[in-house]
């Protein structure tokens, strides 16, 4: 229950509480703190992005569960919170980078996209008759040859990390990035180094057909997701 002061203050987005608070908006947040896990890692060679699926049932086909996305080519994300929400702001990325492309025959520059995706994001916070979006992302790109990493929220809020996590498991995965980050690590290393932030995140509970792999190389400029064999050969050896 809310103090009787707070009541009434959440019916619609447009009306701030007493305090300045929007509590649709940190409803949204909480969605996304109830999402599945998600970690993105910059290193010396470009950006790295995981997830845990979490498979809830074994009748359940792993692969039907989409949590990384491709942008374009140097571009990808990941998601947690409502899985509607983050492929409807999938698709809105997909055609503001195709846009970029056609009106300026160049890729679409990794935090023009991200600004512009918070930008709609932040218009959801402002007028009434919709919600706001239930979903954060990380974005995972190359720019004039420099990895990017962001992180938004459904604020609209944009931050740029060197490593970060959302959703259920971000305690416990910020922990082990301030420990052990290191920006001169190589892809592996920071494939690594995710995978055993999602361990402990998960407590130990990580299956390999529930984990998705992308990685964004500098030196190609290309986004790619790992097949399932590679993810396994890590997935083994950080439990070696």
Excluded at 49 to 60: A, P, Q
């Amino acid at each position: 229950m809310q103090p009787q002061y707070q009541m009434g203050y959440d019916r619609a987005i447009t009306v701030f509480s007493p305090d300045g608070r929007l509590y649709q908006v940190e409803y949204a947040r909480e969605a996304v703190k109830r999402g599945t896990t998600a970690v993105g890692i910059k290193c010396s060679e470009g950006v790295v992005l995981i997830v845990d699926k979490r498979v809830t049932s074994r009748l359940l086909e792993p692969v039907s569960i989409e949590k990384i996305f491709k942008i374009d080519s140097h571009i990808g994300v990941a998601s947690s919170g409502l899985v509607g929400d983050a492929r409807s702001l999938v698709d809105r990325a997909r055609v503001e980078s195709q846009i970029n492309r056609v009106s300026y025959s160049e890729p679409i520059n990794v935090e023009i996209l991200a600004k512009k995706l918070c930008d709609h994001m932040q218009t959801y916070t402002q007028f009434g008759g919709a919600r706001p979006y239930g979903t954060a992302l990380l974005i995972a790109g190359i720019s004039d040859g420099e990895a990017r990493l962001f992180e938004t929220d459904p604020s609209g809020t944009l931050l740029e990390y060197k490593a970060t996590g959302i959703g259920t498991g971000r305690p416990a995965v910020m922990k082990v990035f301030e420990e052990e980050y290191r920006e001169e690590a190589d892809l592996a290393g920071a494939v690594r180094l995710g995978i055993k932030a999602l361990h402990a995140a998960t407590e130990g509970k990580l299956d390999v057909s529930a984990i998705e792999i992308g990685i964004v190389s500098t030196a190609t400029r290309e986004f790619r997701k790992l097949e399932k064999d590679e993810v396994k050969t890590y997935v083994d050896q950080s439990e070696e």
